[in-house]
């Protein structure tokens, strides 16, 4: 196990898994720690700062407002488009249709944005990382 | 009649102070716009006065104003880097009208200017409007790159951009929809809280004992309601920086 204990960079991890024929119980259980380490180096880094001044007794709340009104306003602005589309082109009711469920999908993505689980606006993990450097 | 004593939503009733009307188009100044008004006038004489006398070693409330202005200089410069700082004027005057709105509106019988989703909404479009502009100025169409996320397969593209723009369409939306439902849900709380007391007590010395609990409720609401403000002036602003950092950067 000695040869094991590397930092816990991405790059170590990754490397360390590729020369690891054998798979035995502690070494499955080591390498999910590592992954948890580095996916917790990479993930939370964009909604830490926000989440700084809610550590009150308000934190569960507001972050459930977050991701709710995130959700309804994808909702709302999809179907408002179908809705308009609709009144212009005389399509009834085909845009609402089409534009709620991309509204609905539009208000997922809102949600995972806001959870820090998915890349920002037309960024990679790369501009993220990019970010933190300027910090 | 004890209906109308306790109802919740007569707060947020517009009155017309002043009636004006021009060509057909109803300009009353109402207590809406009394306390807009209000609202500029607080911020702006707080930091007028409390900066005049620009002590090297600042006095208390000036120090409030510099960490006031530090905390917005961070924050913007942390979301949006130093180009950022041109837009500091835009975002220092949103967090602080968002902040002393709320703050204003927790005195009893003033008017919570943001618990209204027009005001709210207003603003949110004054974000997005600065972020389109000034994105479309900066990168020409380059600016819309913003809506084609890496890696996407050519087939898919038309559904993911649609979807990428109607979530940039719901933003001024979803952050409208945060302030003001904050807001507005937290006077109501406070409202029915209170309410309770008022009825309670009219049930004689039994009512009054058991209003003890509806009021130490309230108490700790109002406690509550001074964090929400903060921190949904705080949320506003940072969301503010997040999107003119896309109107800077968009897609690296």
């Known amino acids: ?135 | 009649m004890a209906a109308d004593k306790v109802d919740p939503i007569h707060q947020f009733h517009i009155n017309k102070l002043i009636p004006i009307d021009i060509g057909g188009y109803d300009l009353s100044f109402t207590n809406s716009a009394l306390f807009m008004v209000t609202t500029v006038v607080v911020a702006a004489a707080f930091l007028f006065l409390t900066t005049s006398s620009r002590s090297l070693v600042p006095g208390r409330l000036q120090s409030v104003s510099e960490m006031a202005y530090e905390f917005v200089g961070n924050m913007l410069r942390d979301a949006a880097g130093t180009q950022g700082m041109k837009f500091f004027p835009l975002v220092f005057s949103l967090f602080m009208f968002v902040l002393v709105a709320n703050l204003l509106g927790l005195f009893p019988y003033f008017f919570t200017v943001t618990s209204h989703i027009i005001v709210t909404f207003g603003l949110a479009v004054l974000v997005i409007a600065t972020v389109v502009v000034y994105g479309f100025m900066k990168h020409g169409f380059g600016f819309l790159k913003l809506f084609v996320p890496h890696g996407v397969p050519v087939f898919l593209l038309p559904l993911v951009v649609l979807i990428e723009v109607i979530s940039f369409v719901s933003r001024p939306v979803s952050l409208s929809v945060r302030l003001f439902a904050n807001m507005l849900a937290g006077h109501i709380t406070l409202k029915v809280f209170s309410g309770f007391v008022v009825s309670l007590s009219a049930l004689g010395a039994l009512g009054v004992a058991g209003s003890i609990l509806p009021l130490a409720m309230a108490v700790a609401l109002t406690a509550l309601e001074l964090l929400v403000a903060f921190l949904q002036a705080y949320v506003f602003a940072v969301l503010t920086c997040m999107y003119l950092n896309d109107a800077l950067h968009p897609g690296h």
């Not at chain 1, 054998?22 to 996916?39: P, Q, T, V």
């Not at chain 1, 180096?41 to 550590?55: F, N, S």
Request: avoid cysteine.
């Open chain 1, 1 to 135: 196990m000695a040869d094991k204990n590397g930092p816990d960079g991405t790059g170590e991890t990754g490397r360390g898994k590729q020369h690891e024929p054998d798979i035995r119980d502690d070494d499955l259980e080591r390498r999910r720690r590592d992954l948890e380490a580095s996916l917790a180096t990479r993930r939370p880094d964009r909604l830490e700062g926000k989440d700084d001044a809610k550590a009150g007794g308000a934190a569960g709340y507001g972050q459930a407002v977050k991701l709710s009104s995130e959700f309804i306003a994808g909702v709302v602005v999809g179907a408002g488009i179908g809705w308009i589309i609709d009144r212009l082109a005389g399509t009834s009711p085909w845009g609402l249709i089409v534009f709620l469920l991309l509204g609905f999908g539009a208000g997922v993505l809102n949600v995972m944005r806001s959870a820090g689980v998915v890349a920002e606006f037309g960024q990679g993990d790369k501009s993220r990382r990019d970010q933190d450097d300027k910090k």
